[in-house]
C-alpha cells in the first residue's frame, strides 16, 4: 500500500507561480512512477506530469516550458512547480503513484485556482 498526501494548492492571478507537493509513504521502494493528474471543472482527469524512478520527465503539451515536476528521495516527496499559471491551469491536482504490479494509487487532490 502506499499513501499520497497532496499540499500547497491555492488561489494565485494570471501569471503567478505555486508548488505542489505530494509525501508518499508506505511501500515507496515498489515505485517506479510517480506524477499528477488534473481534472478541470465538468472536464476528464488528464495527465500533466509524471516521474519514473530514475529521473525521466515527461509533460503534457500545454504545460510544458512552464510546470517543473521533481523529486527528493530523501524526502519521499514529490513537487510541480508551476510558472505562468493561467486561469485554464484551474483544477483539482491529483497525486498518483504506480508501482512495479502497475497498482495505481492516488491521493485525494488539491485545489488550484487561477484568477484572470
Known amino acids: 500500500q502506499v499513501q499520497l498526501v497532496e499540499s500547497g494548492g491555492g488561489l494565485v492571478q494570471f501569471g503567478g507561480s505555486l508548488r505542489l507537493s505530494c509525501a508518499v509513504s508506505g511501500n515507496v521502494f515498489s515505485i517506479y512512477r510517480m506524477g499528477w493528474y488534473r481534472q478541470p471543472p465538468g472536464r476528464q482527469r488528464e495527465l500533466v506530469a509524471d516521474?519514473?524512478?530514475?529521473?525521466?520527465?515527461n509533460y503534457v503539451d500545454s504545460v510544458q516550458d512552464r510546470f517543473s515536476i521533481s523529486r527528493d528521495n530523501a524526502k519521499n516527496t514529490i513537487y510541480l512547480q508551476m510558472h505562468s499559471l493561467k486561469p485554464t491551469d484551474t483544477a483539482v491536482y491529483y497525486c498518483?503513484?504506480?508501482?512495479?504490479?502497475?497498482?495505481?494509487?492516488w491521493g485525494r487532490g488539491t485545489q488550484v485556482s487561477v484568477a484572470s
Open positions: 516521474i519514473t524512478r530514475d529521473g525521466t520527465t
Open positions: 498518483f503513484s504506480r508501482n512495479v504490479l502497475d497498482n495505481l494509487y
